[in-house]
């Protein structure tokens, strides 16, 4: 409560100065998942060969050795060896998981902390961070809690279009923007290198207005929609705001989305969708969604048109794609026409599968 109303004061005393010069800047600090539930746009596993490439003061790598499921980590980056971690083998995926927490300095004498999710798959041992910098920005809503992600994996915190970020309460990501949305306001955000602060500022350019929400024509519920511009300098997740949202005049495209239908998450992709254009001080109310349309490969075998659900795409109204999708008990129909005439030769009705 206090915090809220601190977060009220600080608002009410800087806007009759001039709130379009004003800073603010805003304390960061590390925190690891033990399990972790956050959804990246671009998510990579990095391969693990001889180390976990951190740079630190002792080096460019935490090494790193396995023996069976067994690994053995430098955690504190001194070249020794020191910890010996067990990996989970998953009984069905035979994967085997684990993570680590590294200690180190950097370059400038500070400690620092980094987790690190790793994995043994089909491509040999990996990583991927396992942790965030986590702060909060005041709104008039009280305060807002953000996240960023070292989503490159190169131990620093500011790579814009690179880096990952979440602002408010969900766990979908968007990439690492130079500008935020917060109180119906675009701000400059200065993220430093470290990740321990960053600094907040009017954005004044020009700007356009784009709703992507209310105009998704589904059923399903959109869990997470994430654009970027060309410039890779800004990304927003549209779903996460309600109604229009003001972003920098620019073009930008689809990076990732999440659909919910009950318990069943479908990823959104770009697919064919052409380049959103939003020009400086315009509006646009964005169309897509269902009814999605299906396409599918298939082979003549005698009388029977055979073809193979792995083989089927999905594509919404305005060309975006969407894969993952396992209807249960409502599947779509596929008709087979003859070209002709357009009769209906035969329909088919997927198996339900989970
Ligand atoms: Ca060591
Ligand atoms: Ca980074």
């Given at each position: 409560?206090?915090?809220?109303?601190?977060g009220?004061?600080a608002t009410?005393?800087m806007?009759?100065?001039?709130a379009?010069?004003e800073t603010e800047s805003v304390d960061?600090?590390?925190?690891?998942?033990?399990?972790?539930?956050?959804?990246?746009?671009?998510?990579?596993?990095?391969?693990?060969?001889?180390?976990?490439?951190?740079?630190?003061?002792?080096?460019?790598?935490?090494?790193?050795?396995?023996?069976?499921?067994?690994?053995?980590?430098?955690?504190?980056?001194?070249?020794?060896?020191?910890?010996?971690?067990?990996?989970?083998?998953?009984?069905?995926?035979?994967?085997?998981?684990?993570?680590?927490?590294?200690?180190?300095?950097?370059?400038?004498?500070?400690?620092?902390?980094?987790?690190?999710?790793?994995?043994?798959?089909?491509?040999?041992?990996?990583?991927?961070?396992?942790?965030?910098?986590?702060?909060?920005v005041n709104?008039?809503?009280?305060?807002?809690?953000?996240?960023?992600?070292?989503?490159?994996?190169?131990?620093?915190?500011?790579?814009?279009?690179?880096?990952?970020?979440?602002?408010?309460?969900?766990?979908?990501?968007?990439?690492?923007?130079?500008?935020?949305?917060v109180?119906?306001?675009?701000q400059n955000i200065?993220?430093?290198?470290?990740?321990?602060s960053f600094q907040l500022s009017a954005?004044?350019?020009?700007?356009?207005?784009?709703?992507?929400?209310?105009?998704?024509?589904?059923?399903?519920?959109?869990?997470?929609?994430?654009?970027?511009?060309?410039?890779?300098?800004?990304?927003?997740?549209?779903?996460?705001?309600?109604?229009?949202?003001?972003?920098?005049?620019?073009?930008?495209?689809?990076?990732?989305?999440?659909?919910?239908?009950?318990?069943?998450?479908?990823?959104?992709?770009?697919?064919?969708?052409?380049?959103?254009?939003?020009?400086?001080?315009?509006?646009?109310?964005?169309?897509?969604?269902?009814?999605?349309?299906?396409?599918?490969?298939?082979?003549?075998?005698?009388?029977?048109?055979?073809?193979?659900?792995?083989?089927?795409?999905?594509?919404?109204?305005?060309?975006?794609?969407?894969?993952?999708?396992?209807?249960?008990?409502?599947?779509?129909?596929?008709?087979?026409?003859?070209?002709?005439?357009?009769?209906?030769?035969?329909?088919?009705?997927?198996?339900?599968?989970?």
């Amino acid at each position: 409560m206090s915090r809220l109303l601190m977060g009220f004061l600080a608002t009410a005393v800087m806007i009759p100065l001039c709130a379009a010069e004003e800073t603010e800047s805003v304390d960061l600090r590390y925190r690891s998942y033990r399990t972790w539930s956050l959804q990246l746009p671009s998510e990579t596993w990095f391969p693990l060969q001889d180390g976990i490439r951190i740079p630190h003061a002792g080096g460019d790598t935490f090494a790193f050795e396995y023996e069976g499921t067994s690994l053995k980590v430098d955690t504190d980056g001194d070249g020794e060896l020191d910890r010996t971690i067990k990996a989970l083998v998953d009984p069905k995926t035979m994967v085997s998981s684990t993570r680590v927490i590294l200690n180190g300095t950097d370059k400038s004498g500070q400690p620092f902390r980094y987790a690190a999710r790793l994995r043994n798959d089909a491509d040999g041992w990996e990583w991927a961070p396992g942790g965030a910098m986590v702060g909060t920005v005041n709104s008039q809503a009280g305060p807002i809690p953000v996240r960023i992600i070292d989503q490159n994996g190169n131990g620093k915190f500011n790579d814009v279009g690179s880096d990952a970020m979440i602002v408010g309460n969900t766990d979908h990501a968007m990439m690492l923007s130079a500008t935020i949305y917060v109180d119906d306001k675009l701000q400059n955000i200065a993220i430093a290198a470290d990740g321990k602060s960053f600094q907040l500022s009017a954005y004044d350019g020009p700007t356009s207005e784009i709703d992507m929400s209310t105009s998704f024509n589904s059923k399903a519920v959109l869990l997470s929609s994430v654009i970027i511009s060309a410039d890779r300098k800004n990304s927003f997740d549209i779903a996460a705001i309600e109604g229009p949202v003001r972003v920098p005049a620019g073009t930008y495209t689809v990076v990732a989305g999440v659909v919910g239908l009950g318990q069943h998450r479908v990823t959104i992709s770009a697919g064919r969708m052409k380049p959103l254009k939003l020009a400086a001080d315009r509006s646009k109310k964005f169309d897509w969604g269902g009814p999605v349309a299906s396409e599918f490969q298939f082979a003549r075998v005698g009388n029977e048109v055979q073809f193979s659900p792995r083989s089927i795409w999905y594509y919404g109204k305005a060309g975006e794609q969407y894969s993952g999708w396992h209807p249960i008990g409502k599947s779509p129909e596929f008709k087979v026409l003859d070209a002709e005439t357009q009769v209906v030769l035969k329909v088919a009705i997927l198996p339900g599968s989970c």
